[in-house]
Nanobody, 128 residues
Framework: QVQLVESGGGLVQAGGSLRLSCAASGRTFSSYAMGWFRQAPGKEREFVAAISRSGGNTYYMDSVKGRFTISRDNAKNRLYLQMNSLKPQDTAVYYC?????????????????????WGQGIQVTVSS
């Protein structure tokens, strides 16, 4: 198991930017593909972005493509989500998660059930 703690959330105006960070501890961070998910009020949690173990492959939900960038620093055990051109519909609690399934170096998943370790979540609020 890996322990995950998110930071960097907050309140921002529409069109603004935020960068979320996720600090990992415990087992070797570089052995996990990682992902970001979010849950808006009254809605189910949804996939946002994923990154492979090496960082060489990424995948995004359609509504954030071109605006969000997922990245990682394996030397610092950190996962990031740079969010630009934020919209009110991006308002949600954002979670980082570690993919606990065995997969290849460049393989990714967007299935919540594949992610076995989760952070506590952090609020992002975008005002119009």
């Amino acid at each position: 198991q890996v322990q995950l703690v998110e930071s960097g959330g907050g309140l921002v105006q529409a069109g603004g930017s935020l960068r979320l960070s996720c600090a990992a501890s415990g087992r070797t961070f570089s052995s996990y593909a990682m992902g970001w998910f979010r849950q808006a009020p009254g809605k189910e949690r949804e996939f946002v972005a994923a990154i492979s173990r090496s960082g060489g492959n990424t995948y995004y939900m359609d509504s954030v493509k071109g605006r969000f960038t997922i990245s990682r620093d394996n030397a610092k055990n950190r996962l990031y989500l740079q969010m630009n051109s934020l919209k009110p519909q991006d308002t949600a609690v954002y979670y980082c998660a570690a993919d606990s399934t065995a997969r290849g170096t460049m393989s990714l998943s967007d299935r919540e059930s594949d992610f076995g370790s989760w952070g506590q979540g952090i609020q992002v609020t975008v005002s119009s």
